[in-house]
């Protein structure tokens, strides 16, 4: 095989073509950078085109991406925080506009062996899917799933699982599988889904967004496979701050909350709300949660069903 060919052969014999459009956002993410832009660079398939938007970072980010492969790379410096969602978007647009017939929605905090490109593509024509996501591992802990794609839970109001997380990869996850949710840490997609189903919905800012829209491909019948052959590593949380961090508490539960108005309903989603706001006073008083952070989380959740309930006609889509 010829990594540098716009055709490869897959281990069956049968042709994979196309061009991918690698779209990232990034967000004072030097530290990370090196990693990513090395997996890029050493990928077998190589028809590949790096949408990097960058969230107007104050760091090295942009002088790293600026040095990278100029001929590979599409950077959109935005000049405020624009979010991830919107980000995303914006690279989405830019791929589809220079005619890639796949758009990989690609973390930046990642790590992965120079097949995955080539696996995943393997596992779309393979599986006959419109979607597909690989096994990801947490890069501090070598052989620990982070997410082997994921489940909605209809009766926790659609509530997002992520399948395997902290179990040691034994080979349980060795053939490909359907699956309803896969994180846009990574997961390949073809370009017509975005014809069906639009883009990312830009008032999750951050989280949610990426739950929201494997939520709409569940909902349309839009197939996603998780790939085991192809890998990944993440340094899960690493741009944020932690999985408790102020930040991620606030905008989790707010995008929960707008998931829940969006997706249920004015009623059902202003109750389930509600009920997420007793739960989450109530930790502190059997010592689950800090009194502090119970106070963030409910801030989050009640100007999250603020934006549902003002925009509850926009946000059925």
């Not at 990693?35 to 949408?51: A, E």
């Not at 938007?53 to 935005?78: C, G, M, P, R």
């Not at 969602?85 to 120079?114: K, M, P, T």
């Not at 370009?191 to 349309?220: K, P, Q």
Request: one cysteine or more; a negative charge; charged letters at 20%.
């Amino acid at each position: 095989m010829n990594g540098h060919n716009d055709i490869d052969q897959t281990a069956s014999g049968d042709v994979v073509i196309g061009k991918i459009g690698v779209v990232t956002v990034t967000y004072n993410s030097g530290d990370v950078l090196p990693d990513f832009l090395n997996s890029l660079d050493l990928q077998n398939y190589q028809d590949f085109i790096l949408f990097a938007v960058d969230n107007a970072s104050t760091d090295d980010t942009l002088d790293q991406l600026e040095t990278w492969n100029s001929q590979k790379l599409i950077l959109i410096a935005n000049a405020e925080n624009r979010g991830v969602a919107a980000g995303n978007n914006q690279g989405i647009r830019s791929a589809l506009a220079a005619g890639c017939e796949y758009v990989l929605l690609l973390n930046n905090d990642v790590v992965f062996g120079s097949d995955m490109f080539q696996r995943l593509l393997e596992g779309l024509k393979a599986q006959h899917c419109q979607m597909a996501t690989p096994i990801i591992y947490y890069n501090d802990r070598p052989g620990v799933v982070w997410c082997a794609g994921g489940t909605f839970k209809p009766r926790l109001g659609y509530l997002n699982r992520h399948i395997g997380d902290g179990d040691e990869d034994i080979g349980q996850f060795s053939q490909p599988q359907a699956v309803e949710y896969a994180p846009t840490c990574c997961v390949m997609i073809r370009h017509e889904v975005f014809n069906w189903i639009g883009l990312m919905d830009e008032r999750y800012f951050v989280y949610s967004d990426d739950v929201d829209f494997m939520y709409r491909t569940s909902c349309a019948a839009i197939t996603s496979f998780l790939i085991p052959d192809a890998k990944l590593m993440h340094k899960v949380s690493s741009l944020t701050g932690g999985n408790h961090s102020d930040f991620a508490l606030y905008y989790g539960a707010r995008g929960r909350a707008i998931f829940l108005c969006k997706h249920l309903g004015r009623f059902r989603g202003t109750l389930w709300t509600w009920l997420y706001r007793i739960f989450y006073l109530l930790r502190p008083v059997f010592a689950l949660d800090t009194w502090h952070r119970s106070e963030v989380r409910r801030r989050g959740i009640r100007d999250g069903l603020k934006v549902g309930l003002e925009s509850f006609e926009e946000l059925k889509i």
